[in-house]
């Protein structure tokens, strides 16, 4: 797909997705209960895989007391291996997911840069073998 830069590391977006965070809420109006659900049922959705994955958290992820913001991006990300000393790893991988508005004028590029600006991925990501 595209390359990215988080902090100092180039970074390979082999699929991007997202979905709306409360499109399968049929009744009633979001609250923590929901919202915890929400969160549970996605991640758990995406480490069926064999990546790990994780969701990036910010002071900004809701846009009430209740409501968090209309939309979940999940990026899965590959590089060069981390902290690979003895050069016996092919690389490293992650899915990154979080919380942002619908971005209808903005590249898949600029959306992940800026939902993950500030993202620490060498401390998150695993590096891996085929």
């Given at each position: 797909m595209e390359n990215i830069k988080i902090g100092k590391r180039e970074i390979t977006?082999?699929?991007?997705?997202f979905e709306h965070t409360y499109s399968g809420l049929i009744i009633g109006s979001p609250n923590e209960v929901i919202n915890t659900k929400i969160l549970s049922d996605y991640i758990n959705s995406l480490t069926k895989g064999h990546r790990k994955s994780i969701f990036h958290y910010t002071s900004n992820d809701y846009i009430s007391k209740d409501t968090l913001k209309p939309v979940i991006y999940s990026a899965?990300?590959?590089?060069?291996?981390?902290?690979?000393?003895?050069?016996?790893?092919?690389?490293s991988r992650l899915v990154v997911s979080w919380f942002g508005e619908e971005q209808i004028d903005k590249s898949v590029k600029q959306i992940i840069q800026e939902g993950l600006a500030g993202f620490?991925?060498?401390?998150?990501?695993?590096?891996?073998?085929f």
């Open positions: 977006i082999e699929k991007f997705q899965f990300l590959e590089s060069d291996s981390i902290d690979d000393t003895e050069n016996q790893y092919d690389g620490k991925y060498d401390k998150l990501a695993e590096n891996f073998n």
